[in-house]
């Protein structure tokens, strides 16, 4: 009879065997074939905050620092949280000139928090703007709104967002670096960045117009006009009403003196902004009052 025990302790034997002749040919071949890394990659990489965000553009801080040293047309500003800098030192270390940026932050499109905006239904699936997203378009009757379970919080890099108690997420612009990563997991894509001369900000996503959709959530925009009407930019296109919404040309907008389209605007969907921080404590409560 066969002795299953001792053909199963040999056969292990001799596969651990062969692991380890493999293993000792595949480091001796990487040793010999190993290309010497550029020591200067290292050192840029060090310099670099290490949020591996990626909007460099590049996988991680690793792939950034090893193609702004090796490739002569990759410039060195490209590290969106290290700002200027983190620039000045990628620059000096890599012989190449860093020109000047404006510094970004993520803003929220929506103020359609607990209470302002209204539910279609009760959600109690799992825990992710995405998942809730494809249950009707999310719990929300305004489908373009914030969908209130924290995708963008989790994915920040630099602990810069939070869940407000009003459902919504707030963004804490002196730690905010403006990588972008929170947007890019926003399936509503409720979040932008704005750079930090911004004039004013649209606080709103919604495309659905006028009177219906106000029934839904008090603090949308209604697409009227007014700020459009009354900005001192007019002729220059510096607000512009897109689907419903009103779109600022921060190109256009940040030149402005005197904001004349904040005080037309009926629900307060537009904010006027100072170095990324709200000028003004303009808000929806709970019980639907506009406060000032």
């Known amino acids: 009879m066969y002795d299953y025990t ?121 825990h992710d703007c995405a998942a809730a997203k494809i249950v009707q378009q999310g719990p929300k009757f305004c489908k373009f709104g914030c969908l209130g379970f924290g995708n963008c919080t989790r994915a920040c890099p630099f602990g810069a967002m939070s869940m407000g108690e009003n459902g919504l997420p707030v963004v804490n612009k002196t730690l905010c670096t403006g990588c972008g990563k929170c947007a890019s997991v926003c399936p509503n894509h409720v979040i932008e960045l704005l750079p930090i001369s911004a004039k004013v900000s649209i606080s709103c996503s919604s495309k659905d117009f006028g009177a219906p959709a106000m029934k839904n959530c008090k603090a949308l925009c209604l697409g009227c006009g007014s700020c459009m009407r009354n900005c001192s930019h007019q002729e220059e296109g510096a607000i512009k009403i897109i689907d419903h919404l009103a779109v600022v040309n921060q190109d256009i907008c940040h030149t402005c003196d005197n904001a004349t389209c904040l005080t037309k605007c009926p629900t307060g969907a537009i904010n006027e902004m100072i170095k990324g921080s709200f000028k003004k404590e303009e808000y929806w409560t709970i019980d639907g009052a506009f406060k000032k």
Request: with cysteine.
């Open 6 to 126: 001792t053909i199963a302790m040999y056969a292990v034997g001799v596969m651990v065997c062969i692991g380890i002749v493999f293993g000792f040919i595949l480091a001796s071949a990487d040793k010999k074939f190993a290309m010497e890394e550029n020591p200067l990659i290292g050192e840029v990489k060090e310099a670099l905050p290490q949020g591996q965000c990626g909007a460099c553009g590049f996988a991680g801080c690793a792939k950034y620092a090893e193609a702004v040293v090796l490739d002569p047309n990759v410039p060195p500003n490209l590290c969106v949280p290290g700002k200027a800098e983190v620039a000045a030192v990628v620059a000096k270390l890599t012989g190449k000139v860093a020109e000047a940026t404006e510094p970004k932050y993520a803003h929220i499109k929506c103020r359609g928090g607990n209470g302002i905006a209204k539910l279609a239904y009760e959600y109690k699936g799992v």
